[in-house]
């Protein structure tokens, strides 16, 4: 078989540990493009007092200084963004490791900035969403010089063969798991680390999290999350859909069938859900025991 960007090395790498690290595979002029859309949401968020549609901001936030979280759903309201997901410089490694036919699921931009960027307790991607079958991943554009101090995804390699773990606190689902309680110990963990504009990919069951940033460099990761065509989310997953035309206007390339593949790879649902504001952050504060610090 023959492969697009991928050799058979890495290919079987990311069958038997769950990610892939790809250096710098972004070409700087789209990097310097990316830098300066961010620019503007940071410009934006100045003039806000809390979230909006488009912009997540840090607990710690205020129009005096101003602190971006998140940028929800790029693809939808910026064209660099957009465009840069449509390309084979993101869909080629996808294609090579989950089939031809592709379907988005979501996109966000989380910004880890200097001295306070957000954690991201331990969770598997599948809890939210759960599907027919496993050909579920997340790519993962590194915006900026990503090492140790300032934050990096960390992934437990070999983990997307686990069963599903418990993400639910008092009943209610939180998005996160107790590490300890799953049988997991932070000293396994690996960093997903490279320089800006290298590409990240991890399976959606393989078990992650970052941590605070408490480097004086930025740390952003742009996320395109994206599954086979014929993986269709269970009942209960929080995927978003409205009906099949819908859902098939989010193919990213390949063709779309009502054939769905179903194996056998064990799922929770993501139930009941929290009624308040539905973000990974403000749900993983339910937490009881948290493996990482939190921002002040």
Known sequence: MSFETLTQAQKDFYDEEGYLILEKRIPDDIMANLHAEIAKYQEQA??????????????????ETPRVRRIKLPHTHNKVMRDLMYSDLILAPARDLIGPDLRLHTTKLNMKSAGFGAAVEWHQDFAFYPHTNDDVLAIAVILDDMDSENGPLMVFPGSHKHKIYDHHVDGVFAGAMDLAACGFDMKDAVELKGPAGSVSIHHGRIVHGSSLNKSTQDRRLLFYEMMAADAFPIMGSMTRWSDIKEYNE????????????????????PAPLPTDNFTIYEIQKRLHARSFEVAK
């Open 46 to 63: 100045k003039s806000l007092t809390e979230s909006t549609d488009q912009i997540d901001l840090e607990d710690s936030h205020t129009p």
């Open 250 to 269: 989010r193919m990213l390339c390949g063709e779309p069938t009502l054939e769905p593949r179903v194996q056998s790879i064990g799922a929770r649902i």
